[in-house]
């Protein structure tokens, strides 16, 4: 029977996983030209930062990427080993802490968003085709790797064309020999310094991007959450967000009265799509994963929960585009969930009776 629902966050609480694309989007823009669709981005929905960003980098061309790190100190001016040479060991400063930089005063998102009306309609479009922080439309002539001319016609942030052939922002030339080739190739310690930097940079820009323009809640989530506790159904999350950013959305919310139990990826040794944080929150809440049902607005939450032995439901209510084909059940309105329908969901899939205990 169901006996709790185990609620994902970001893009499922409230809308904020069109924040993470937006700031994690001009970034990537920023500091390595690179830019994703929103299409693109989904594949990293729920992903906690220490894998996502690893993730990112191996799809990047390793010339940016070591440009970056000599740029923040994490390399010297060493090039990457050759194919013939692959198994030497990268030179320089790695390891050493990597320089900390401060935020543009401008807002990652681009404006307009925070003058929207409820829908949140129109932010894609500035967060994926706005100039960047000089002012100035960013350009870039080389080829993505299939061979294909890059979509963007974006310059760097100097102004200047980021063609690989041209300087890097360091002001040193990138080599040759790293022009082309797949992110794979950066040695781990430059990777892991650069994921520690970026993860650090997303969080305080995300920070920054909620002061600034706040984030909009989902309608009818602490009307439902009521409601299942009212019929003895308790409530935990489990989210691939820091413990700091829950709490304080649980706040914003008005619904930290009803969620007994947290679970993030920092208190787990493998994020979403694993289904070791779902597993943690039955866990923390003494009941059966069985008698759960997540709900989730991406692949990675949903198959987690499905390897964890739940019944789950896709939310579809985010601007962000969703992938829920593993979903059984999908629903777009809180407001029109009742704790019967989620009882019906999880008998569904797990055959129980839906009775109350």
């Known amino acids: 029977m169901l006996r709790a629902v185990i609620f994902d966050m970001d893009g499922t609480l409230l809308d904020s996983e069109v924040i993470h694309y937006i700031v994690i989007n001009d ?3 920023r500091e390595l030209g690179w830019e994703q669709t ?10 906690p930062d220490q894998k996502m960003w690893p993730m990112m980098m191996d799809e990047m061309d390793s ?9 923040w100190g994490m390399a010297s001016d060493e090039v990457l080993p050759s194919v013939e040479d692959s198994g030497a060991k990268p030179q320089g400063n790695i390891g050493e802490e990597s320089r900390r930089h401060g935020l543009s005063g401008q807002d990652s998102s681009g404006e307009g968003c925070s003058e929207q009306d409820g829908s949140g309609q129109g932010c894609f479009e500035q967060g994926s085709s706005e100039q960047d922080r000089s002012g100035k439309s960013s350009s870039s002539s080389e080829q993505d790797r299939s061979g294909k001319s890059s979509s963007s016609s974006e310059q760097g942030c100097s102004g200047k064309s980021s063609s690989s052939s041209e300087q890097n922002r ?3 030339s990138s080599s040759s020999s790293e022009q082309g080739r797949s992110g794979r190739e950066v040695p781990e310690q430059v990777k892991s310094a650069l994921s520690a930097e970026l993860e650090r940079l997303h969080w305080a820009e995300y920070d920054l991007y909620i002061e600034k323009n706040g984030v909009k809640a989902f309608p009818g989530v602490r009307e439902l959450m009521g409601a299942l506790r009212t019929e003895n159904i308790r409530i935990a999350v489990a989210t691939g967000s820091l413990v700091r ?4 959305n649980l706040k914003l919310l008005g619904i930290e009265e009803f969620v007994e139990e947290i679970a993030t990826s920092e208190d787990c040794d493998n994020g979403k799509p694993a289904p ?5 929150a039955a866990k923390k809440l003494g009941i059966a994963p069985a008698d759960c049902l997540v709900v989730e607005d991406a692949g990675n939450g949903l198959q987690g929960a499905l390897s964890a032995g739940m019944a789950c439901a896709g939310f579809d209510g985010s601007e962000l585009p969703s992938e829920l084909s593993l979903a ?13 329908d989620m009882r019906e969901w999880h008998r569904q899939q797990k055959g129980s009776d839906g009775g109350l205990e």
């Open 170 to 172: 360091s002001g040193k």
């Open 276 to 280: 070791d944080v779902f597993l943690l």
């Open 245 to 248: 950013i829950v709490r304080e």
């Open 38 to 47: 929103p299409e693109e981005y989904l594949k990293y929905c729920g992903i």
């Open 328 to 340: 059984p059940i999908v629903f777009s309105d809180y407001r029109k969930v009742k704790p019967a």
């Open 27 to 29: 970034i990537l823009k």
């Open 63 to 71: 010339g940016n990427l070591m440009s970056l790190a000599r740029k």
